[in-house]
């Protein structure tokens, strides 16, 4: 078992990310649209009659191409939106501008560091093409995308659902908080909130409604982490409801978010999916007995059953006591093997989940944990099995995954060698 530990060892250090370690001297980069996210939300406006339709950009720095001057970096783009109509006319627009200045190089690809951008538009229910142009202001180059949505008449209804908006609460990006991240997938500070925003609308003001929604995990279909039912006798045509959850609230996982909404003679439902990764959170906070039992891949058997009767200081002591053995350098706070083992974990908990697993205990969370990204995945869903390879170049094997039953649920059907 020794031996199966110094191969995780040299297995793990091999297999982070190497921008752990990696820097280049260039910072030139072109325009595309595939790292933003362009959210678009619809919503009924107090405004008799009126729509508002909310607009939201989640801009990774590593999209810009930043300048070097004189030792800092820079980038210059200017955003623009339009909300164009059937005719083809403009019927609102904004233009916006962005300046950013860094001084490590590391911020001018990051992923994390992001420019969120929020405009609101009233305007009447109809069919729309929403345009987003952004414009690198030095090499005036301009890059485009247009969605098309369908702004739906609230007012004709006797009762209606918004669009379903998650996002962070205290979320400190220049001078704006409480911003709408307009991803399925949501990365959380552990310092911050995940708030769900949604708004009802009822055109007889007398009316009593009745307003139920629950949080599914989609690992645990039966065993709602959030349920609760409201009767809403209020005089409004419109209200706006909200969940404030904590890390405490929401372990790492893909969930379904999910209304109804009911008068008397109407019901109507609407759902949302989206995945949670609590990060920057130190991982003592995390369920250490839990943490414990996701190292069993790395675990000797004696290990694996002595921790698990452990009290829970013997079980903190057992964990750092563990973790220190990968550490290559005890003087600093961090423990990169560590922290990219719970990374891996908890994106296999967010990917790779079904309706039997939570993620880290299905084949392909295994492999993940034990090998991070593949060099290589072809997936196949389109056959019957559907399934899925995943190739490491570091290990020379090849994994296939079958959903034989075709219930979303992969199994490890073979493992071969790659060939030379």
Known sequence: MKILKSFFAVIFFLTIPFSLFAQTDIA????????????????????????????????????????????????????????????????????????????????????????????????????????????????????????????????????????????????????????????????????????????????????????SSKIIPKFSPNTPIYEKSFKINDNKYVSKWEIDLKYADMPVGPYIFRIELASEKIKKEKEVEFSVLWENYPVLERDIKKSLEQMKYIFTEEEYKTSSSMNQKEAIDFFISFWIKFDSDTTTEKNEVMEEYFRRVDYSIQNFSDSENEGWKTDRGKIYILYGEPNRIINQRNLIPPYETWEYNIINKRYIFWDEFMTGIFKLKSVYDLKK
Do not use: C
Request: glycine share 2%.
């Open 28 to 211: 030139d980069k072109k325009l595309n649209l595939n790292n933003i996210v362009f959210g678009i939300y619809d919503t009924p406006s107090e405004k008799e009659g009126m729509n508002t339709l909310y607009i939201y950009l989640k801009i990774p720095y590593s999209f810009f191409r930043f300048v070097k001057k004189d030792g800092t970096f820079l980038a210059d783009y200017e955003f623009a939106v339009e909300v164009i109509d059937k005719w083809n006319n403009v019927q609102k627009s904004k233009t916006m501008t962005e300046k950013i200045e860094v001084y490590d190089y590391a911020d001018t690809n990051s992923d994390k560091k992001i420019v969120l951008k929020e405009i609101v538009f009233e305007i009447l229910p109809d069919i729309y093409n929403v345009r987003l142009v952004i414009t690198d202001q030095d090499l005036k180059k301009s890059i485009s995308q247009t969605k098309e949505v369908k702004l739906r008449n609230f007012w004709k209804d006797e009762i209606g659902i918004s669009d379903i908006i998650v996002f962070l609460k205290d979320v400190e990006v220049d001078t704006l908080k409480n911003i709408i991240i307009p991803k399925p997938n949501v990365n959380i500070n552990y310092n911050t909130g995940l708030v769900i925003n949604y708004y009802i609308f009822k055109s007889n003001l007398n009316a009593t409604l009745k307003l």
